[in-house]
């Protein structure tokens, strides 16, 4: 199983980006599915979360009302829409399958993960 995110880039603070993860099977079809960051000398963090219906989303209070979480499944296809960037957001995303069909937000609740791609925000 591979999970590919991609849409990462270049922005100016208070713009948007769409980030999507893209499976090689259909493993986010049944599995929850999320998104971390990592920023340079810092710890991964967790950025957003749904279950595998993808009626229940969670978000942390720093990027909540700003970042968006969803998916498609005719593309197998999950994405992490990005409005109102600050510089606080650069860092690397990764995107993530759960181990199981709920929602979670630590890491270790998660069996594979993506490459990841930069998100750089400037001032």
């Known amino acids: 199983v591979q999970l590919q995110a991609s849409g990462g880039g270049l922005v100016q603070t208070g713009g948007s980006l769409r980030l999507s993860c893209e499976a090689s099977?259909?493993?986010?079809?049944?599995?929850?599915m999320g998104w971390f960051r990592q920023a340079p000398g810092k710890e991964r963090e967790f950025v957003a979360a749904?279950?595998?219906?993808?009626?229940?989303?969670y978000y942390p209070d720093s990027v909540k009302g700003r970042f968006t979480i969803s998916r498609d499944r005719a593309k197998n296809t999950v994405y992490l829409q990005m409005n109102n960037l600050k510089a606080e957001d650069t860092a690397v995303y990764y995107c993530?399958?759960?181990?199981?069909?709920?929602?979670?937000?630590?890491?270790?609740?998660?069996?594979?993960w993506g490459r990841g791609t930069q998100v750089t925000v400037s001032s």
């Open positions: 993530a399958a759960n181990l199981g069909a709920g929602l979670a937000t630590s890491t270790g609740s998660y069996r594979y």
């Open positions: 099977k259909r493993t986010n079809s049944n599995n929850g």
């Open positions: 749904m279950d595998w219906t993808g009626g229940r989303t």
